[in-house]
């Protein structure tokens, strides 16, 4: 069984930063690929970006190209999300997850086995 707990969120002004980290425990963390999702209110859940088990790949949307980075800490057993520049339409429960089942930063909630229980990001205009 893998525990995954989200923190960093908080309310930010459009064109600020914040840094989200997801502790992951019950499994050795560098046997999984790990990401970033987010759900707003009324709207599906969305990809936001993956990382390989290693960290050497990473995949990222294209509403968040350029501003946001993932990153993983393989001795701490921690994720990662850089957010800056953020934008109010970033506002979003952001949720990790990991992978045991694709060998690729995959885009795919489904593909996913694990969660956490998300964070709330709110960026203000």
């Known amino acids: 069984q893998v525990q995954l707990v989200e923190s960093g969120g908080g309310l930010v002004q459009a064109g600020g930063s914040l840094r989200l980290s997801c502790a992951a425990s019950g499994r050795t963390f560098s046997t999984y690929v790990m990401g970033w999702f987010r759900q707003a209110p009324g709207k599906e859940r969305e990809f936001v970006a993956a990382i390989s088990r290693r960290g050497g790949n990473t995949n990222n949307a294209d509403s968040v190209k350029g501003r946001f980075t993932i990153s993983r800490d393989n001795a701490k057993n921690t994720l990662y999300l850089q957010m800056n520049s953020l934008k109010p339409e970033d506002t979003a429960v952001y949720y990790c997850?990991?992978?045991?089942?694709?060998?690729?930063?995959?885009?795919?909630?489904?593909?996913?086995?694990?969660w956490g229980q998300g964070t709330q990001v709110t960026v203000s205009s």
């Open positions: 997850a990991g992978s045991f089942t694709t060998g690729w930063p995959s885009r795919v909630p489904g593909q996913y086995d694990y």
